[in-house]
Every structure is written in structure tokens, then in C-alpha cells.
Antibody, heavy 121, light 107 residues
Framework: QVQLVESGGGVVQPGRSLRLSCAASGFTFSSYGMHWVRQAPGKGLEWVAVIWYDGSNKYYADSVKDRFTISRDNSKNTLYLQMNTLRAEDTAVYYC??????????????WGQGTMVTVSS | EIVMTQSPATLSVSPGERATLSCRASQSVASSLAWYQQKPGQAPRLLIYGASTRATGIPARFSGSGSGTEFTLTISSLQSEDFAVYYCQQYNNWPRTFGQGTKVEIK
């Protein structure tokens, strides 16, 4: 069965960095586009970034552009989110999600359980 | 960016009744519209994609309709497990955007 397991969350000071990981299993990871979506406490869902199946294309939300970098290692079946220059408003649960297509052009059919990131001094 | 607006914010429904949730896009998204269900402490779950296609394992009481800018999610007969928050999302344009959610609560 499809499984997505995020890790790497925690408490970090403003301005610092954090890297999230999402370990995938139960499907051919290299055949799917992958996303990061976040949810601030008590708020709705915010799309963060997408990476194509082969890593050739990436898109970001304006709120994280130039600070966050999405990447993937298809040999390790793992998705990453490098988060730099963190701000208090980045505090959220971060979910990885699988796209139904290779190029992130469809809905998100499987989600991980999420990892909490708290940015606070 | 495309703004997705859901209404109502909260819907109070009795078990067994019908629930109708609306989602409006600020510009056409064709049929590139998905609905997700989220329960407290859980990740979202895909219900509907392509505006009207049920995802794998989703009961037939869930149905989606619409195209362009106006979309509807209907739950024909609410079960206890359906009380949750529902989000619409467009995937026609970048950035992908979600509605603010509709909470379906027990009346």
C-alpha cells in the first residue's frame, strides 16, 4: 500500500534552516510528481511546492520562493524540502502528497501524516 | 493566482440528511477541481478529482459537479464519519490553490 512518511520537523529559531524528508513506499516513486502542502495551526491548506517525477521542473508558492527548495532522490524514494531563513509564519504541519500525474498536473491522491515545524525564538 | 471561495463556512446537518457544499473559482479552472476531506488530527483525503470523478474507495454518497468557475460537492445522506472539514482545490494553474474550507457539523 502507498505510504508517505514525513520527518525532520521540530522547533527552530527565526532565520535558521530545517530540512524535511518524506519517505515513500508501496508505489513507483520515480513515476509521480510530488508536492509539499502546509497547514498553519487552526488554518486551511496552503500549497508550498511541486517537483516533477524526474526532478526536471519545480514550482513554488510566492510565500516560500527563494527560501525553500524542493528536491527528490529517486534512488532512495525520498522527497525533501530544504527550508532556509525561516519565519514565524512558516509554522505549520507540513504534508507531502503524491500527484496523480508525473508532472504535478492533477489532484493529490495520497498524503503523509505530516510533520510539525515551529518557528519561534 | 486563482482564488477559491467556499460556502458556507459551516454547515449544520443532521445525520441522514443531504449536504451541499459550494466552491467558486475567481477564473475558469475547467474541470481541474478536486475535493478533499479532513478530520481533526488527520491528513486530507482525496474524495473527488476532475470535478466529478470519485477517488478510489470513496462511497457513492459523495458526488461532485460543475465546471469553469462553479462547483458543488454533494453528500447524499450524511453518515457520522462524514462530519469533517472539506476543501476544494484547483489544479489548472500555478500556484495550486485551496478554498478556505467548509466545516460540516452535526446539527
Amino acid at each position: 500500500q502507498v505510504q508517505l512518511v514525513e520527518s525532520g520537523g521540530g522547533v527552530v529559531q527565526p532565520g535558521r534552516s530545517l530540512r524535511l524528508s518524506c519517505a515513500a513506499s508501496g508505489f513507483t516513486f520515480s513515476s509521480y510528481g510530488m508536492h509539499w502542502v502546509r497547514q498553519a495551526p487552526g488554518k486551511g491548506l496552503e500549497w508550498v511546492a511541486v517537483i516533477w517525477y524526474d526532478g526536471s521542473n519545480k514550482y513554488y508558492a510566492d510565500s516560500v520562493k527563494d527560501r525553500f527548495t524542493i528536491s527528490r532522490d529517486n534512488s532512495k524514494n525520498t522527497l525533501y524540502l530544504q527550508m532556509n531563513t525561516l519565519r514565524a509564519e512558516d509554522t505549520a504541519v507540513y504534508y507531502c502528497a503524491r500527484d496523480r500525474s508525473r508532472r504535478g498536473a492533477d489532484a493529490f491522491d495520497f498524503w503523509g501524516q505530516g510533520t510539525m515545524v515551529t518557528v519561534s525564538s | 493566482e486563482i482564488v477559491m471561495t467556499q460556502s458556507p463556512a459551516t454547515l449544520s446537518v443532521s445525520p441522514g440528511e443531504r449536504a451541499t457544499l459550494s466552491c467558486r473559482a475567481s477564473q475558469s479552472v475547467a474541470s481541474s477541481l478536486a475535493w478533499y476531506q479532513q478530520k481533526p488530527g488527520q491528513a486530507p483525503r482525496l474524495l473527488i478529482y476532475g470535478a466529478s470523478t470519485r477517488a478510489t474507495g470513496i462511497p457513492a454518497r459523495f458526488s461532485g459537479s460543475g465546471s469553469g468557475t462553479e462547483f458543488t460537492l454533494t453528500i447524499s445522506s450524511l453518515q457520522s464519519e462524514d462530519f469533517a472539514v472539506y476543501y476544494c482545490q484547483q489544479y489548472n494553474n500555478w500556484p495550486r490553490t485551496f478554498g478556505q474550507g467548509t466545516k460540516v457539523e452535526i446539527k
